[in-house]
T-cell receptor
């Protein structure tokens, strides 16, 4: 069964520190992998999209990496800010499926404390 | 641009009652989706639409109906609400694309509680 597992479930860091969130998936073959940020009480907002041939993609202080061989992705947040407090969701698109086949991870809840 | 707007934002229902969630988008997107988000689980697709007048079932369609009479609106209905339908519902839309890497635009969510 195609699955997307994220770790840790939750994380607390101090403002200004870096952190890395993990995403492991069993979807194969896959078309692309996305990271979304979901603020409390809001809908998810896209951070990055990587195809299976890309290794890294940056969006400001957010850098996503992808290792298609080990089926792992990570989202690295540099110099965290209070506004980074949110859930981060990893989403994998199977190669043979459309947008109706997207597989969402349960998310990592990040809290940045002053 | 408002993007994707969902109404209502909050609703409490009793078991057996019916209700409709409205999703409206002003981006002229072809495709629209309804998801539910439950604690500890990823978003799950309920129904989707690939254009005005079309609907299709997603992963968890039972107990829900949808309609897309106008391109900008996608309605999600619960005919007889059950406690298992307590959840946060998200609508999303996207434009037609051929890259497979299009971005979904989500609404802010509708929190439904069924007692």
């Amino acid at each position: 069964k195609n699955q997307v597992e994220q770790s840790p479930q939750s994380l607390i860091i101090l403002e200004g520190k870096n952190c890395t969130l993990q995403c492991n998936y069993t979807v194969s073959p896959f078309s692309n992998l996305r990271w979304y940020k979901q603020d409390t009480g809001r809908g998810p907002v896209s951070l990055t999209i990587m195809t299976f041939s890309e290794n890294t993609k940056s969006n400001g202080r957010y850098t996503a990496t992808l290792d298609a061989d080990t089926k792992q992705s990570s989202l690295h947040i540099t110099a965290s800010q209070l506004s980074d407090s949110a859930s981060y969701i990893c989403v994998v698109s199977p190669f043979s499926g459309g947008y109706n086949k997207l597989i969402f991870g349960a998310g990592t809840r990040l809290a940045v404390h002053p | 641009n408002a993007g994707v707007t969902q109404t209502p934002k909050f609703r409490v229902l009793k078991t057996g009652q019916s209700m409709t969630l409205l999703c409206a988008q002003d981006m002229n997107h072809e495709y629209m989706y309804w998801y539910r988000q439950d604690p500890g689980m990823g978003l799950r697709l309920i129904h989707y639409s690939v254009g005005e007048g079309t609907t299709a079932k997603g992963e968890v369609p039972d107990g829900y109906n949808v309609s897309r009479l106008k391109k900008q609106n996608f309605l999600l209905g619960l005919e007889s609400a059950a406690p298992s339908q307590t959840s946060v519902y998200f609508c999303a839309s996207r434009d037609r694309d051929f890259s497979g890497a299009n971005v979904l635009t989500f609404g802010a969510g509708s929190r439904l509680t069924v007692l």
